[in-house]
Structure formats: C-alpha cells, structure tokens
C-alpha cells in the first residue's frame, strides 16, 4: 500500500508556482519545492496541511491518493 502525495498535480493544475505558495504560506520556495518533490505522502503538521488547502482550494483528500499494492491483494 502506498499514499500517494500529488500536491505536484494540484499545483500544475492551478499553476501555482512554489514561490507563489510560499509566500502565501509563509515559508521559504524550497521548503514547498521539498513538498511538492515528495512521491509519498511526506510528515506533516495539520497547520501546513490547512495552510495548503486553504491556499490551493481543496481538501486533504485531494492532496492524497491511496494506491493498493497489486502484489498484495488483502490491501485492496
């Protein structure tokens, strides 16, 4: 199983640049470029995951994606 992280899509579907976000946010353009590069879902806090949602108009479950593993069918 994994959880797919797809702030990568959101981002290009809205063109959000990182330092448009980042600024939004309040934090620095590479911190939303470590965000953003991430394939699983990183570690983080439910103020970052808020400010995102907010900033980029959807919810968390936009942000994340479950994917079964096909080798492992009780996941499914």
């Avoid at 309040?26 to 400010?51: C, E, F, T, W, Y």
């Avoid at 907010?54 to 593993?69: A, G, M, Q, R």
């Amino acid at each position: 199983m994994t959880i797919r992280w797809r702030l990568r899509e959101i981002m290009a579907r809205q063109r959000m640049t990182n330092k448009r976000l980042a600024e939004f946010i309040g934090v620095h353009p590479n911190a939303i470029s470590s965000l953003k590069n991430q394939d699983k879902m990183p570690r983080i806090g439910g103020d970052m995951l808020n400010a995102l949602c907010i900033h980029l108009n959807c919810t968390p479950f936009d942000l994340i994606e479950y994917v079964p593993d096909p080798a492992n069918p009780e996941q499914s």
